[in-house]
């Protein structure tokens, strides 16, 4: 069975500093890795999507990579805002019956 | 486009009672599920449905019936309120059924069954 993790659940940093969440994912065989933001009492907005052929992708300050046969995924933040403070949640798209399975998130806050 | 739309925003339930929740997509998206979301677990998959006319059971999904009719719209029932399924529900959509798609989620319906 699939498990998610994100490690750690919650993190505190200061303004500029880049930081890096981990998501790692027991089965290799996966569609896609996806990243997600979640804002408080809010829904799920889609960062990155990684498919399984690929290595990264980037977009903006954002930097998400993927080793599939290790089972990790790093998300990392460079220059991080206070405006980044949000709940950041990694999903796994199963390759074999299209299940997405969830890490239970990292908590980010960034202090002025 | 309003993307993918649910409604209601927040439920009370009492034990035993039925409800409906709405969900919408108006991206002419294949792929729809929905999901439940606890505290400290992460999104779980409730139901799923590849098309209209076709469903599929997720993860957890006792106490929930769901139907799709049409391709915009897939809602979720529950059948017997009870405290257990008191939870964020989200409901998502996707192009396709493979794993190539981004999947978009819809804004939530918080529920809280007494």
């Known amino acids: 069975k699939q498990e998610v993790t994100q490690i750690p659940a919650a993190l505190s940093v200061p303004e500029g500093e880049n930081l890096v969440l981990n998501c790692s994912f027991t089965?290799?065989?996966?569609?896609?890795l996806q990243w997600f933001r979640q804002d408080p009492g809010k829904g799920l907005t889609s960062l990155l999507l990684?498919?399984?052929?690929?290595r990264e992708q980037t977009s903006g300050r954002l930097n998400a990579s993927l080793d599939k046969s290790s089972g990790r995924s790093t998300l990392y933040i460079a220059a991080s805002q206070p405006g980044d403070s949000a709940t950041y949640l990694c999903?796994?798209?199963?390759?074999?019956?299209?299940?997405?399975?969830f890490g239970a998130g990292t908590r980010l806050t960034v202090k002025p | 486009n309003a993307g993918v739309t649910q409604t209601p925003k927040f439920q009370v339930l009492k034990t035993g009672q039925s409800m409906t929740l709405q969900c919408a997509q108006d991206?002419?998206?294949?792929?729809m599920s929905w999901y439940r979301q606890d505290p400290g677990m992460g999104l779980r998959l409730i139901h799923y449905?590849?098309?209209?006319?076709?469903?599929d059971q997720g993860e957890v999904p006792n106490g929930y019936n769901v139907s799709r009719s049409t391709t915009e719209d897939f809602p979720l029932r529950l059948l017997s309120a009870a405290p257990s399924q008191t939870s964020v529900y989200f409901c998502?959509?996707?192009?396709?059924?493979?794993?190539?798609?981004?999947?978009?989620f819809g804004p939530g319906t918080r529920l809280t069954v007494l």
């Open positions: 998502a959509s996707s192009y396709g059924r493979d794993g190539y798609n981004e999947q978009f």
């Open positions: 089965d290799s065989a996966i569609y896609n």
């Open positions: 990684i498919q399984s052929s690929q």
């Open positions: 999903a796994v798209r199963m390759y074999n019956n299209n299940d997405m399975r």
């Open positions: 991206m002419n998206h294949e792929y």
């Open positions: 449905s590849v098309g209209a006319g076709i469903t």
